[in-house]
């Protein structure tokens, strides 16, 4: 079966775990493919047949499941929220948050969770969603690249992953806006779902005992750091915050706080019943 992700820190214990041979020893063979393009570009291979499951931002998700994207939730894969840090050039006029209710926010792609969180943290903050405008610039690259060039004045990304390029000086960090229920989620499409639905259960499984334990690993912190060339400190401060789920269960109450932000965000039309988002796999 076909597993991607961003290519960050929240996942490693999935490419540990395929590394290790903890689910080819059960008979099950995960490939795991990086999307440095994020949820956008998970979505649409998710639509297209090219990824069977994913790790992906859980707003992002129920947007494009709501809008037709033939997937379902399985479990939560990171319990604790993310922290999008709100990021301007080192040169931009901008100083703080409030000066960017009108700004040009760089995104990777629409319905991406770049152009989700410019939404929420619009609405926490009681701005009019009309005054923002959004330019679609590929993934991280791009969008600083955008910056640079005054392409776009603004861009939202996960605090960690962004550090290096603040600490180098190329980026200033204005404020930080955490997800209101759980980063991430693991989604897989329907016809998988249907047709392996056992062997899903036993992924799901085998991952919840396999990062009971993960933040006990020797060494973790150095090999984070080292993997994705970041500041130790910082590593070590993201550890201490950050819970990876090792049930299957998905409360319905989240889901539905979730729905009700996209559709005050204007990115879903209604909602649906929080239960059609999940499935529970069968052995």
């Keep these: ?133 959004m330019v679609v610039l590929n993934n991280l690259e791009g969008m600083r690249k955008g910056l640079r060039d005054n392409e776009a004045d603004v861009l939202m990304w996960e605090r960690v992953m962004t550090q290096p390029y603040v600490d180098s000086g190329e980026l200033r960090r204005v404020g930080i806006c955490p997800t209101p229920w759980p980063g991430f989620v693991l989604v897989a499409r329907n016809e998988v779902i249907a047709n392996k639905s056992g062997k899903l259960k036993l992924v799901c499984d085998l991952f919840n005992e396999f990062v009971s334990s993960f933040k006990e690993r020797p060494g973790l912190d150095e090999l984070i750091a080292q993997r994705y060339s970041l500041p130790l400190a910082d590593v070590q401060q993201w550890i201490t915050e950050t819970e990876w789920a090792t049930t299957n269960n998905i409360e319905v109450s989240m889901l539905d706080n979730v729905m009700e932000t996209l559709q005050k965000a204007g990115t879903i039309t209604g909602k649906i019943p929080a239960t059609e988002l999940i499935t529970t796999l069968q052995d």
């Excluded at 440095?36 to 931002?57: F, Q, S």
């Excluded at 894969?77 to 999008?84: C, D, F, I, R, S």
């Design 1 to 133: 079966m076909r597993i991607g992700g961003v290519p960050e820190h929240f996942n490693l214990p999935w490419r540990l775990a395929i590394e290790e041979g903890i689910f080819s020893s059960k008979g099950i063979e995960l490939e795991w493919t990086d999307y440095p393009g994020g949820t956008g570009a998970m979505n649409k291979a998710l639509r297209e047949g090219d990824l069977d499951i994913a790790t992906i931002l859980t707003e992002g998700i129920v947007a494009d499941i709501i809008n037709g994207n033939p997937s379902q939730l399985l479990k939560i894969h990171v319990q604790t929220p993310l922290n999008w840090g709100i990021f301007v050039n080192q040169s931009s006029a901008f100083q703080q948050v409030d000066d960017l209710r009108a700004a040009r926010f760089a995104i990777s792609r629409l319905g991406s969770g770049s152009q989700l969180m410019a939404y929420v943290n619009a609405l926490q903050r009681g701005w009019n969603l009309a005054d923002l405008s």
